[in-house]
């Protein structure tokens, strides 16, 4: 059970940027969502992050009944509001470097964090650890016309003893060939991989382990159209943190995100490198001087996903998603309103397609139930083989009961066959740094 007791906190960071751009575990969505289940908004949609458009347009729908609005959530949609959408000409200076222009913003801030973490388990394992965590690092975001583009860099740092992070074990399984393999990996790889880390430096002693990660994004805005490319997450669905199908629980990954809106109707689509963690055969690269490098299969994700809100009451969205390795860009599978199930075909039946819808139903004015199921093989004649029908469901409700104020009551059933987000070919599990 990990547990985080704060020992320090520092934050030397501005909100306000010209039509900054929400990452997708933004504290701005789930007070979105709370406003938009509450008050009927129709703007609200469950594919994070937002184009600069839908934010906007959100923002002035909250505005339009803010009279109904709790006095908490008035204070925090000013907050938001100055955040995500502040007036080109306040005149308030914002972060450390603020440059402005007749097109557009460029802010430069510091950004720092700092905790103390009890009792965190190193998957796979019945190790735990307890360390002081402290980072440091700087965001920067900047707005040019029609384009929105940021950067965000933290340096991480791990203190306490950690020396279990030199221990070994032992795993064994079936590659996808079918051969019974053994490895020895390393606790650290265990504590890296669960993290989604790539490089990380352990001292000597073990008392120190160092990580940096940088976030970033280059979005370009049309009315009813972006294009962003981007080192960041996505996160689809109604659930809180049991979604199915792209979470944010993994760490960033490299991106081109395609956003598309008619009124009610909107299509998103993602095309996206991952880290597979499995070494091409012969991979290893020797240079003289040079310490060994390895090479590692490519592995790439693309998914989309269809949402109609019915008067802000009620959404129903339909997504499809494919995991391919050991080839380059399919052009295929980068189409927005191609249907993913029959390209896989198309490319040999080996590629690992995923296929679900999700939706939300206002009952009463506070009472919101949602759903969501995930397919990942069917098999109409064998459908109780968990091995041919793989499947996943989440029911779920949310109450927001008039008293206390601003209280919110959620309930989550979640039910995943064992076998579902898996495939034939190991490098095809829907995993990254894995």
């Given at each position: 059970m990990k547990k985080l007791v704060p020992v320090l906190m520092w934050v030397l960071f501005s909100m306000?940027?010209?039509?900054?751009?929400?990452?997708?575990?933004?504290?701005?969505?789930?007070?979105?969502r709370s406003l938009a289940e509450k008050y009927h908004l129709p703007a609200y949609r469950?594919?994070?992050?937002?184009?600069?458009?839908?934010?906007?347009?959100?923002?002035?729908?909250?505005?339009?009944?803010?009279?109904?609005?709790?006095?908490?959530?008035?204070?925090?949609?000013?907050?938001?509001?100055?955040?995500?959408?502040?007036?080109?000409?306040?005149?308030?200076?914002?972060?450390?470097?603020?440059?402005r222009s007749g097109k557009g913003q460029a802010v430069l801030t510091l950004q720092g964090r700092g905790g103390y973490i009890s009792g965190e388990r190193i998957e796979g394992t019945s190790s735990t650890l307890d360390y002081i965590l402290?980072?440091?690092?700087v965001r920067a975001e900047a707005s040019l016309g029609a384009f929105d583009m940021g950067l965000s860099f933290n340096d991480e740092t791990i203190h306490g003893d950690m020396t279990d992070l030199?221990?070994?074990?032992?795993?064994?399984?079936?590659?996808?060939?079918?051969?019974?393999?053994?490895?020895?990996?390393?606790?650290?790889?265990?504590?890296?991989?669960?993290?989604?880390w790539g490089w990380t430096n352990l001292n000597d002693d073990a008392s120190e382990l160092y990580f940096d990660r940088a976030d970033a994004y280059l979005a370009f805005q049309q009315e009813g159209f972006s294009v962003t490319a981007a080192k960041g997450a996505n996160v689809w669905g109604p659930g809180d943190s049991h979604r199915l199908f792209l979470s944010s629980h993994a760490t960033s990954y490299n991106q081109v995100r395609l956003i598309f809106d008619w009124g009610p109707l909107s299509l998103v689509s993602v095309t996206a490198g991952l880290r597979s963690g499995e070494k091409e055969a012969e991979s290893l690269i020797e240079d003289p001087g040079a310490d060994p490098k390895d090479r590692y299969r490519q592995k790439y994700l693309a998914a989309h996903r269809l949402e109609f809100s019915i008067a802000g009451r009620h959404h129903i969205a339909f997504q499809e998603g494919v995991i391919y390795a050991?080839?380059?860009?399919?052009?295929?599978?980068?189409?927005?309103f191609n249907f993913f199930w029959s390209e896989q075909h198309y490319e040999g039946d080996?590629?690992?397609v995923i296929m679900g819808a999700?939706?939300?139903?206002?009952?009463?004015?506070?009472?919101i139930l949602y759903g969501e199921v995930l397919l990942d093989d069917l098999s109409v004649r064998k459908l109780r083989d968990f091995r041919?029908?793989?499947?996943?469901?989440?029911?779920?409700?949310?109450?927001?009961?008039?008293?206390?104020?601003?209280?919110?009551?959620?309930?989550?059933?979640?039910?995943?066959?064992?076998?579902v987000y898996t495939h034939r070919y190991n490098i095809d599990n829907y995993t990254h740094f894995g």
């Open positions: 306000g940027v010209s039509h900054a751009l929400e990452g997708a575990d933004s504290s701005f969505y789930p007070f979105a469950y594919a994070l992050p937002w184009s600069r458009e839908r934010i906007a347009l959100f923002i002035r729908q909250a505005e339009s009944c803010r009279d109904s609005f709790s006095a908490r959530e008035k204070v925090l949609l000013e907050r938001y509001r100055e955040t995500v959408l502040p007036p080109e000409d306040d005149g308030v200076r914002r972060g450390i470097v603020h440059v402290y980072t440091g690092g030199l221990r070994e074990q032992t795993k064994s399984y079936y590659d996808e060939t079918g051969q019974w393999r053994e490895e020895t990996v390393s606790f650290l790889d265990l504590f890296v991989k669960n993290r989604g050991d080839k380059g860009v399919q052009l295929g599978y980068a189409i927005p080996r590629d690992n999700d939706g939300h139903l206002t009952v009463t004015d506070r009472l041919r029908t793989k499947s996943a469901y989440t029911l779920g409700a949310r109450i927001y009961p008039p008293f206390p104020e601003d209280a919110l009551f959620s309930f989550g059933y979640t039910r995943i066959n064992p076998l």
